[in-house]
């Protein structure tokens, strides 16, 4: 992007470059959303799945990952 706008600044902007550029950010943008949804997305289906047998009465166990953050060791103690 700073070359792009050093192309304009001195007037030697490029269409072609432009819009390589544009699309590269684009591509990343796209890229990191789809990563971001898939991500977060897995984690939130699989509680609301535990939420909704619990509502209709049938509690079932859902699969919980390790997170590795810090406030795991305190769950660890507080329920020991």
Avoid at 54 to 74: K, L
């Amino acid at each position: 992007m700073t070359s792009l706008w050093w192309d304009v600044a001195e007037h030697a902007f490029s269409l072609a470059k432009g819009l390589a550029l544009c699309g590269l950010v684009a591509g990343i943008a796209v890229a990191i959303s789809r990563f971001t949804i898939r991500v977060l997305g897995r984690p939130l289906k699989l509680l609301e799945a535990g939420m909704t047998s619990v509502r209709q009465g049938r509690p079932e166990p859902i699969q919980v990952s390790r997170t590795g953050d810090e406030s795991n060791p305190w769950a660890k103690a507080s329920t020991s």
